[in-house]
C-alpha cells in the first residue's frame, strides 16, 4: 500500500506563492506518473499538472502554465507543486495523487486514471 502526505498549504495574499509536497511512503514507491489536483467548495476536482515519473515530463492546465510548476525528486519520493503568482480563484484543496500504471498514462487528466491519493492540503489566497 502507497500513503501520500501533503503538505505546504497556507493562507498567502494574492501575488504570492507556496511550495506544496507530497512525500509517498509504503511499498516500493514506483509510480508511472504523478498529478496535481484541486478542489473549490462546490466545484470538481480538477488537474492542475502532472509529471511522469522516469523522465520528468510535465504538463499543466492551461489555467495553471506559467504559473505553477510540478516537480520530483526520486530519491526522497516526493513530488512538488510550486505555485506562483497566486490568484484568488486559486482557492482550493489541492490534492496529489500517483499513477501506477502505463496504459493509463494517456488520460492523465482524470482523476479516475490514479490509483493513489493523499488527504489534500488547503491554499487560501486572500486578495
Known amino acids: 500500500q502507497v500513503q501520500l502526505v501533503e503538505s505546504g498549504g497556507g493562507l498567502v495574499l494574492a501575488g504570492g506563492s507556496l511550495r506544496l509536497s507530497c512525500a509517498a511512503s509504503g511499498r516500493t514507491f514506483s509510480p508511472y506518473f504523478m498529478g496535481w489536483f484541486r478542489q473549490a467548495p462546490g466545484k470538481e476536482r480538477e488537474f492542475v499538472a502532472a509529471i511522469t515519473w522516469s523522465d520528468g515530463s510535465t504538463y499543466q492546465a492551461d489555467s495553471v502554465k506559467d504559473r505553477f510548476t510540478i516537480s520530483r525528486d526520486g530519491a526522497k519520493n516526493t513530488v512538488y507543486l510550486q505555485t506562483n503568482s497566486l490568484k484568488p480563484e486559486d482557492t482550493a484543496v489541492y490534492y496529489c495523487?500517483?499513477?501506477?500504471?502505463?496504459?493509463?498514462?494517456?488520460?492523465?487528466?482524470?482523476?479516475?486514471?490514479?490509483?493513489?491519493w493523499g488527504q489534500g492540503t488547503q491554499v487560501t489566497v486572500s486578495s
Open positions: 495523487a500517483a499513477g501506477m500504471r502505463r496504459t493509463l498514462w494517456i488520460s492523465y487528466r482524470l482523476p479516475g486514471r490514479y490509483d493513489y
